[in-house]
């Protein structure tokens, strides 16, 4: 079945850095990849996401890059604000074969003043 | 609008026994997902349910099962409970099925949060 790696699993960054987290999936029929931040105590909310039709996705601080022929698709979060600070999964799921979305294990990022 | 609410909020069961959680969508949404998130595990896949049909289910055993009302409301099930059933359950909501051509913003509910003693 589907499997989506998640790296790292911890980042910190200074304040006004840069931050990226790396995800690889298995199926190659995916074709829809969301990107989920979840605060502490909080609900996770949807950020971004693309589709496979397209390379990358940007709005506003946030970007999304996909390599559909490596399989992996990476978010970059630029100028980081300390309300940054949370954990972020990816996520992976094709409308070709099967829905089931499947998540990383999450990256906690921390925002360093 | 008012979000996604769930109910109840927290739940402290003994194994052996079952549980039902609720969710109500979004005015209008039409999707439930269930997803359980736990420490170890991270977030992971339950089943989706629109227009009173589960669409696709994740890789639980069948004790986990649920289903949707015509208000779109769904209840969610865990029969003869596990000390690992221990985690947070999250229901999210969308106007269309997830993975659908159209708009597509998954909503999440609070959680609830079953420990299984």
């Known amino acids: 079945g589907e499997n989506v790696e998640q790296h790292p699993s911890t980042l910190s960054v200074q304040e006004g850095d840069s931050a990226v987290i790396k995800c690889t999936y298995s199926?190659?029929?995916?074709?829809?990849f969301p990107w989920y931040k979840q605060e502490l105590g909080k609900r996770p909310q949807l950020i971004i996401d693309?589709?496979?039709?397209?390379g990358e996705k940007k709005d506003q601080r946030i970007a999304v890059t996909l390599n559909k022929t490596a399989k992996h698709f990476s978010l970059h979060i630029t100028e980081t604000q300390p309300e940054d600070s949370a954990v972020y999964f990816c996520?992976?799921?094709?409308?070709?074969?099967?829905?089931?979305?499947?998540f990383g294990k999450g990256t906690r990022l921390h925002i360093l003043p | 609008k008012a979000g996604v609410t769930q109910t109840p909020r927290y739940l402290i069961k003994t194994r052996g026994q079952q549980v039902t959680l609720s969710c109500s969508p979004i005015?209008?949404?039409?999707?439930v997902s269930w997803y359980q998130q736990t420490p170890g595990q991270g977030l992971q896949f339950l089943f989706e349910?629109?227009?009173?049909?589960?669409?696709n289910k994740g890789n639980f055993p069948g004790r986990f099962s649920g289903r949707q009302f015509s208000n779109s409301r769904s209840e969610m099930n865990v029969s003869t409970l596990e000390l690992g059933d221990s985690a947070l359950y999250l229901c999210?909501?969308?106007?269309?099925?997830?993975?659908?051509?159209?708009?597509?913003?998954?909503?999440f509910g609070p959680g609830t949060r079953l420990t299984v003693l």
């Open positions: 999210a909501s969308s106007l269309e099925a997830v993975l659908s051509s159209s708009y597509n913003e998954q909503f």
């Open positions: 199926d190659s029929a995916s074709n829809y």
């Open positions: 693309i589709r496979s039709n397209v």
């Open positions: 996520a992976a799921s094709s409308d070709v074969r099967d829905d089931k979305i499947i």
């Open positions: 005015s209008g949404h039409r999707s």
């Open positions: 349910y629109f227009s009173e049909t589960q669409r």
